[in-house]
């Protein structure tokens, strides 16, 4: 089986945010793929492995609900600030990077806001696995 590599090169999506934002791995890691640090399920802290996606249009993100009630039921997108609790899903649970599963292309984790992360570019390369 291949794995597309997730690290920090990659880029991430919020299906309620309207624009991607890089995964951050930090430098503590100690796994790489051709120079590129990998990711594994732990990486889902707000704000240092997940940054905001710009504007929200969750209704169930309270600020978007806010504004849209004040603008007479038009959705209304405000600052994307992503709440994870849960680590990330991924199939590759085979591979161990750090003490945890790597990330691979079917990796996803939900914010509260009900948005649905997912890989949205992988890293440009893949390993082998057994």
Same mark, same amino acid.
């Given at each position: 089986?291949?794995l597309?590599?997730?690290?920090?090169?990659?880029?991430?999506?919020?299906? +309620?945010? $309207?624009?991607? %934002?890089?995964?951050?791995?930090? @430098? =503590?890691?100690?796994? %790489? #793929?051709?120079?590129?640090? *990998?990711?594994?399920?732990?990486?889902?802290?707000p704000?240092?492995n997940? +940054?905001?996606?710009?504007?929200?249009?969750?209704? &169930?993100?309270?600020?978007?609900?806010? #504004?849209? $009630? #004040?603008? +007479?039921?038009?959705?209304?997108?405000?600052?994307?600030? @992503?709440?994870?609790?849960?680590?990330?899903?991924?199939? /590759?649970?085979?591979? $161990?990077?750090?003490?945890?599963? &790597?990330?691979?292309? %079917? /990796?996803?984790?939900?914010?509260?806001?009900?948005?649905? $992360?997912?890989? =949205?570019?992988?890293?440009? +390369?893949?390993? *082998?696995?057994?």
């Amino acid at each position: 089986m291949s794995l597309a590599v997730v690290g920090e090169l990659s880029l991430i999506q919020c299906i +309620f945010g $309207i624009a991607p %934002t890089p995964l951050t791995v930090l @430098p =503590d890691r100690t796994v %790489t #793929a051709e120079t590129m640090l *990998m990711g594994n399920v732990t990486d889902m802290i707000p704000m240092v492995n997940i +940054f905001p996606f710009g504007m929200c249009t969750s209704l &169930a993100n309270p600020e978007v609900l806010a #504004a849209t $009630i #004040a603008a +007479f039921g038009v959705l209304t997108p405000m600052p994307c600030v @992503p709440l994870i609790v849960d680590p990330w899903l991924t199939e /590759a649970l085979d591979v $161990i990077v750090t003490e945890g599963p &790597a990330l691979d292309q %079917t /990796a996803t984790i939900m914010c509260i806001w009900a948005g649905l $992360i997912h890989i =949205d570019e992988p890293g440009n +390369f893949t390993v *082998m696995v057994p």
